[in-house]
């Protein structure tokens, strides 16, 4: 197995990044102390408690309240530590970026930068944050309880301490009081099309706002390397997704007359491309939404008669196909189910054919410590996903299947970049996505989802691998 890096590796602290400018046609309002080229929306006075119960209405009760004083006091302890501003309405500044004291009492010199986090409502924060711990830090930030400059540097300095920020002997705790994965959300067949639906069919016209032409939902490969790939622009982001998928293409084989397998069809890019080599494409999907617009893009190329969608749980597939692929779909599999994907391949994989997925990935101590937690993301994002280990798909694919990992590609940084001109772009279309219907609230939880996202993949918290497999057994 060879493994290669896709960029210069990121090690050390993430540096506070200025976005690069957004789309042509439109200049955006930008606060005096603004960190990124457009303005967050504040959430209305009044939450339709129909609509987000969780945000509307603040946890109460005297479990809450302690709960509350509690994550205040570890907020407080913590953050004093971090390189932060957190500011307070009284004036109170904590953190490394907190003003600095000469021996007079007087503020000394300004120094370092550091990202602002302000919290307009700080007994309401932690409150949130002691009863529902992340779900609480996502539902305060879609409240209104706290704002950010940069909120995608806020939550970087967050990710990188993903394991230090709350002592240990609480860590052991934590399974005690925080909520656990709900029954009706584990990736049975019978559940996993309404966890699929709850994502992927809110509208086609939502993702069209802030994905490029390609339509295409899973990180980019870009030509550029290290300092450049950081201020890569968004006329380049649809070559870079047409380049992650021809790459995914040629490891697993595909050419004129290859059978594929893909799984997950997201918009149809990939199936068109690989129909354009002259293959013939089988996808599977859960979503309807995704169904009908990826149909309607191959019929209007030209490659009906080659490229077959349906609306199939990859568990049902039957046949025997040259080629498997499958983007970004692992995630959403749930960790019990994982060498059921597997297996699946195995089964309809044909002697000599190779299989090219692209799984991000999280380190293995992180999945083990955190595979059965429900946190703000599976809440509001993505139900039933579980983010694997490089580790964990090895050893599956080893021990329960007759595959083998050959090759991998990390490539998390193209990830981060990926995002931040998705995360741009959605913000420059905010009265666009306001008039589809999506309220404040959903704004400023599509933005946390996106710059919570990217923070994993600045830090190296997340990653995002190609890895090409075939069979132990059959020709290699």
Same mark, same amino acid.
């Given at each position: 197995?060879?493994?290669?890096?896709?960029?210069?590796?990121?090690?050390?602290?993430?540096?506070?990044?200025?976005?690069?400018?957004?789309?042509?046609?439109?200049?955006?309002?930008?606060?005096?102390?603004?960190?990124?080229? !457009?303005?967050?929306?504040?959430?209305?006075?009044? %939450?339709?408690?129909?609509?987000?119960?969780?945000?509307?209405?603040?946890?109460?009760?005297? *479990?809450?309240?302690?709960?509350?004083?509690?994550?205040?006091?570890?907020?407080?302890?913590?953050?004093?530590?971090?390189?932060?501003?957190?500011?307070?309405?009284?004036?109170?500044?904590?953190?490394?970026?907190?003003?600095?004291?000469?021996?007079?009492?007087?503020?000394?010199?300004?120094?370092?930068?550091?990202?602002?986090?302000?919290?307009?409502?700080?007994?309401?924060?932690?409150?949130?944050?002691?009863?529902?711990?992340?779900?609480?830090?996502?539902?305060?930030?879609?409240?209104?309880?706290?704002?950010?400059?940069?909120?995608?540097?806020?939550?970087?300095?967050?990710?990188?301490?993903?394991?230090?920020?709350?002592?240990?002997?609480?860590?052991?705790?934590?399974? /005690? $009081? /925080?909520?656990?994965?709900?029954?009706?959300?584990?990736?049975?067949?019978?559940?996993?099309?309404?966890?699929?639906?709850?994502? $992927?069919?809110?509208?086609?016209?939502?993702?069209?706002?802030?994905?490029?032409?390609?339509?295409?939902?899973?990180?980019?490969?870009?030509?550029?390397?290290?300092?450049?790939?950081?201020?890569?622009?968004?006329?380049?982001?649809?070559?870079?997704?047409?380049?992650?998928?021809?790459?995914?293409?040629?490891?697993?084989?595909?050419?004129?007359?290859?059978?594929?397998?893909?799984?997950?069809?997201?918009?149809?890019?990939?199936?068109?491309?690989?129909?354009?080599?002259?293959?013939?494409?089988?996808?599977?999907?859960?979503?309807?939404?995704?169904?009908?617009?990826?149909?309607?893009?191959?019929?209007?190329?030209? $490659?009906?008669?080659?490229?077959? &969608?349906?609306?199939?749980?990859?568990?049902?597939?039957?046949?025997?196909?040259?080629?498997?692929?499958?983007?970004?779909?692992?995630?959403?599999?749930?960790?019990? !189910?994982?060498?059921?994907?597997?297996?699946? %391949?195995?089964?309809?994989?044909?002697?000599?054919? *190779?299989?090219?997925?692209?799984? %991000?990935? &999280?380190?293995?101590?992180?999945? &083990?410590?955190?595979?059965?937690?429900?946190?703000?993301?599976? *809440?509001?994002?993505?139900?039933?996903?579980?983010?694997?280990?490089?580790?964990?798909?090895?050893?599956?694919?080893? *021990?329960?299947?007759? /595959?083998?990992?050959?090759?991998?590609?990390?490539?998390?940084?193209?990830?981060?970049?990926?995002?931040?001109?998705?995360?741009?772009?959605?913000?420059?279309?905010?009265?666009?996505?306001?008039?589809?219907?999506?309220?404040?609230?959903?704004?400023?939880?599509?933005?946390?989802?996106?710059?919570?996202?990217?923070?994993?993949?600045?830090?190296?918290?997340?990653?995002?691998?190609?890895?090409?497999?075939?069979?132990?057994?059959?020709?290699?």
């Amino acid at each position: 197995m060879t493994i290669t890096e896709a960029t210069e590796s990121a090690t050390g602290q993430p540096e506070v990044r200025r976005s690069t400018p957004g789309p042509a046609g439109r200049v955006p309002a930008r606060a005096s102390n603004a960190a990124v080229p !457009y303005t967050v929306p504040r959430p209305p006075a009044v %939450i339709d408690a129909d609509v987000w119960p969780g945000v509307a209405t603040l946890p109460a009760g005297l *479990k809450a309240r302690l709960a509350g004083r509690a994550a205040d006091a570890i907020f407080k302890a913590a953050v004093r530590r971090l390189p932060l501003e957190v500011r307070y309405p009284d004036g109170t500044v904590l953190g490394k970026g907190a003003p600095a004291r000469d021996p007079a009492g007087e503020a000394a010199s300004a120094g370092t930068s550091y990202p602002v986090m302000t919290l307009n409502r700080p007994e309401d924060f932690a409150i949130r944050l002691g009863d529902g711990g992340l779900i609480g830090l996502g539902e305060s930030y879609m409240a209104g309880d706290w704002d950010a400059d940069d909120l995608s540097a806020v939550m970087e300095v967050f990710a990188a301490r993903a394991g230090t920020l709350v002592p240990e002997a609480l860590q052991k705790l934590r399974a /005690l $009081y /925080l909520p656990r994965q709900p029954r009706r959300e584990r990736n049975t067949e019978q559940n996993t099309r309404s966890n699929i639906s709850r994502h $992927y069919d809110l509208s086609n016209e939502l993702f069209a706002s802030f994905l490029d032409g390609t339509m295409t939902y899973s990180s980019a490969l870009f030509p550029e390397r290290g300092q450049a790939l950081r201020t890569v622009g968004w006329d380049g982001l649809a070559a870079a997704q047409q380049m992650k998928i021809d790459r995914l293409l040629d490891k697993a084989g595909v050419g004129k007359g290859t059978r594929v397998l893909e799984i997950g069809t997201g918009w149809g890019e990939l199936a068109l491309r690989a129909a354009a080599r002259g293959a013939s494409v089988y996808s599977v999907t859960l979503s309807s939404e995704q169904q009908e617009l990826a149909r309607r893009r191959v019929a209007e190329a030209g $490659y009906a008669d080659s490229v077959t &969608i349906e609306l199939k749980d990859y568990r049902a597939v039957e046949g025997e196909y040259d080629a498997v692929v499958s983007v970004e779909m692992i995630e959403a599999v749930g960790y019990e !189910y994982w060498a059921t994907y597997f297996q699946t %391949i195995e089964r309809v994989l044909a002697p000599g054919g *190779k299989v090219a997925i692209q799984a %991000i990935t &999280i380190a293995h101590d992180r999945l &083990i410590a955190t595979r059965t937690s429900y946190t703000w993301v599976h *809440k509001y994002i993505f139900p039933g996903g579980v983010i694997p280990s490089v580790r964990a798909i090895e050893e599956i694919t080893e *021990k329960q299947t007759g /595959l083998r990992v050959r090759e991998r590609l990390a490539m998390g940084e193209h990830y981060a970049q990926t995002l931040r001109l998705w995360e741009e772009r959605f913000m420059f279309r905010a009265d666009e996505v306001a008039a589809m219907g999506f309220d404040a609230v959903f704004q400023r939880m599509w933005l946390f989802y996106l710059c919570y996202s990217r923070a994993g993949f600045e830090t190296g918290y997340l990653d995002v691998q190609q890895i090409v497999l075939d069979s132990r057994t059959r020709g290699s």
